[in-house]
């Protein structure tokens, strides 16, 4: 009988999805007023999970440049100079790590991401 070993990506597959559903979660719920009952929870969630080490960031309207390690970026318009996220089709999702001398943190999931540039023409 061969068993395959089942790698650390596919592994974290379902905590990935877990943490992208929550982060869309917490979009919804800052757009409509109504949801704003459930932003407490979302909070609590996203909390926990941060206990656990993973931490969920929002790279929307930051700069973007080609150096960047952390985001799969999809460029929008014609200009590449002085380029911003403008769209975040999946979130930066860090694990961090602490001991005496600090905190580290290492990407586990790049965020995908729409840029443009902040130029009109």
């Given amino acids: 009988m061969d068993i395959k070993q089942v790698s650390t990506t596919e592994q974290l597959k379902p905590l990935l999805s877990a943490l992208c559903q929550l982060y869309e979660l917490e979009r919804k719920v800052q757009k409509r007023s109504e949801f704003e ?11 926990a999970f941060e206990e656990l080490g993973y931490r969920i960031e929002d790279p929307d309207g ?13 460029i929008a318009g014609s200009s590449t100079e002085d380029l ?4 975040v089709i999946k979130p930066i999702i860090r694990y961090v790590m602490r001991d005496s ?9 790049r965020g995908v991401v729409v840029v443009e540039s902040r130029i009109k023409n």
Avoid at 37 to 47: C, G, T
Avoid at 84 to 87: G, I, S
């Fill in 37 to 47: 009952s459930l932003r407490r929870n979302v909070e609590k969630m996203k909390a």
């Fill in 62 to 74: 930051q700069s973007y440049n080609e150096t960047r390690v952390d985001l799969e970026a999809s």
């Fill in 84 to 87: 911003a996220v403008t769209e």
């Fill in 101 to 109: 001398s600090g905190e580290y943190t290492k990407v586990i999931q």
